[in-house]
């Protein structure tokens, strides 16, 4: 029997559709808890969108240069750079939200909103990261082995102690909104 290995191919889509996701979900509740609609969000949502069309245009050009034997690292690195614009652009609408809604979020609403725009930093160094492991010619196996590791500390950031840090300092108490 063969056993079957995740090649680029395979992995690159499914890591841009979580990515997508992810998006996807930010940029909900950012609209439905955060927003704030003036000249500059506004700007900044259109341009997110306008880059994540780039993102997926060269995602698609890293499947098809890939596919045709080439090297696809050049694609791959502007995937990446695009993908994280997106993600600043996003940040950024947030960030105006919390700081302008501060006084009428729950302590729960300052405390993702303020998780998720220290997430954007950790994910842009993340993608930079990646792109420059990319660019400097790294063997195509090893840059899993890498992106993994990474995943690993970002997750433990992320999910372990970045909410016991907003727990203590954002604390829930009944009837308090907006704790910052």
Known sequence: TEIYT???????????FVLIVLLWWMHHRTF????????ATVAMNFAMLGVLILTLYFFECVLHVASAGQNP??????????FAIVYALLGGMLLF???????????????????????????????VAMAT?????????????IAFAMAAVIFL????????????????????????
Do not use: C
Request: a positive charge.
């Open 73 to 82: 690292t050049t694609f791959f690195v502007l995937f990446v750079y695009s």
């Open 6 to 16: 995740l090649s680029l191919h395979d992995a690159l889509p499914i890591s841009a």
């Open 133 to 145: 492991y990319a660019t400097l010619g790294a063997f195509r196996g090893s840059i899993a082995y």
């Open 32 to 39: 439905s808890t955060y927003f704030v609609l003036n000249f």
């Open 157 to 180: 950031i992320r999910r372990v102690i970045l909410p016991w840090w907003l727990r203590h300092k954002i604390p829930d108490t009944v009837g308090s909104k907006g704790a910052i």
């Open 97 to 127: 939200g919390i700081v302008a809604r501060r006084r009428e979020l729950s302590a729960a609403d300052m405390r993702w909103g303020i998780s998720q725009v220290a997430s954007i930093p950790i994910a842009l160094v993340f993608f």
